[in-house]
């Protein structure tokens, strides 16, 4: 057996997993947290808080078996947080967001000082905000004497390894959604590092997925005596694990996962030429991923919940299917957390548009999940030609969760059919299917491959509403 650790924006989840990549059933925990939101714009996580939330998961897991039952430790965390670190490795910063939209500033003066084509095709990151450059600028101007203080700056996936075993490196999946990452030579980007003004020996050093770590120290060793001589494997960021985990591992298929944010991804070939507005990051040296996140998803439905007062999530589910696509007057600008593909504008802030007084809550929801479907649908335009010909879509994602009516949204904006995974943790599965590669109980990522569940067929007079949709919308950003 396998363990998966997820620890994503908004819980951490373990559970074990056979050597077939299926989840052993009751052998699971998971933990909510919520991120601190600022009024300036900021998304932090406590460091602390969420190593507390993952030994809470742990200890609930934890078998009272011989230890060589649970073979490794898999390890998914979400990519771009930054986390400063003091000499002895403690946390002395919280950790910045891919959302925290305060270095909007600095990312403005990047690309007016650098060439944002050449960075983006050596690092697969635009200039923006939710990476590291402009995030590091900014904290030195606006904490210098904290930043100071920083030994080493690193991701929650370092933090983890640091408390388990007292050292750690950075693997080149998570080093390549930070935008310092020369993702050709899988080396630190000198240009970039000079950039963001830091120096390669105030990060991490770099790793592959499948370099393992082993021996845990105390007092961990002796609170999962089962764990000591697991094989634990450097952290990959959660939308690398989240294709795997879906069964998305080559270009056959693309990965639609709306969780708090929503995107598109394929996995191909090693260094492809990435179009602008879509981004490259990596699962390990020899795989690269494609695509597009937007800045909105579940967190747009979470939204509209607490500021509109919804019913129940079944009665809105109920009503959303009741009502025609794009028929409610509205154009709506998602960007509540800025916004990142395709336009990866900087400052960018939600709008929306055609208010009536008969306009009512329903509306607004209905209209708000049609506006993520159009920005997907925006995402997916640039995306296609990185797949092959005829390749499925297979939507996953806790925010997506089983509503048939965002599906069918999705689908209808989008123009093709989408597929729902059949695997409710795909992030999850994912890092256990790749621990499983890793120790070679299986010979490939496909070979525990699940089939795919129902299929949501675009309706072709729903698709032409939505194409008229998005050019409305497109009018709206440029207006405004």
Known sequence: MVIALDVGTSSARAAFYDGDARPIAGRSHQMQYTPRLTRDGGVEHDANRLLEAVVACLDAIHPNRPPED?????????????????ASGHAITPVYMWADVRSAAEAEVLRSALDDEAVHARTGCHLHSSYWPAKLRWLAREYPVESSRVAR???????????LFGEAT?????????????????????????AAAVDERRLFPLSDRADPRRGLRAPWASRWPALRTATWYPAVGDGAASNVGSDCV?????????????????????????????????????????????????NIYAWCRQVLRLGSDEEVEAALAALPPDGHGLTILPHLAGERSPGWR??????????????????????????VALRLAAVYRLLAPCASDGHTIVASGAALGHSRAWTQMIADAIGRPVAWSTEPEATGRGAAVLALEA????????????????????????????LEALERQRRLDERV
Do not use: C
Request: glycine fraction near 12%; proline fraction near 4%.
């Open 170 to 194: 950075t693997s080149v999946s998570m080093a390549s959604g930070t935008g310092l990452l020369d993702q050709a030579t899988s080396r630190w980007d000198l240009e970039a590092l000079a």
């Open 70 to 86: 649970t073979r490794a430790v898999g390890v998914a965390t979400f990519w771009h947080g930054l986390l400063g670190f003091d």
């Open 346 to 371: 900087d400052g960018r802030r939600g709008a929306i548009a055609g208010l009536r007084l008969d306009t009512s809550g329903l509306d607004i929801v209905r209209a708000a999940l049609e506006s």
């Open 153 to 163: 700056w690193g991701s929650f996936g370092e933090f983890l390894e640091l408390n």
């Open 250 to 298: 080559d270009p056959t298929r693309i990965a639609l996962n709306v969780g708090t944010s929503a995107a598109l991804r394929v996995m191909g070939s090693q260094h492809p030429v990435v179009p602008r507005g879509l981004w490259r990051y990596r699962v390990d040296r020899t795989r690269a991923i494609v695509g597009g996140a937007t800045s909105e998803g579940g």
């Open 439 to 466: 120790l070679r109980a299986l010979p490939d990522l496909s070979a525990a491959r699940r089939p795919t569940g129902e299929t949501f067929v675009p309706q072709k007079v729903h698709h032409v509403r939505y």
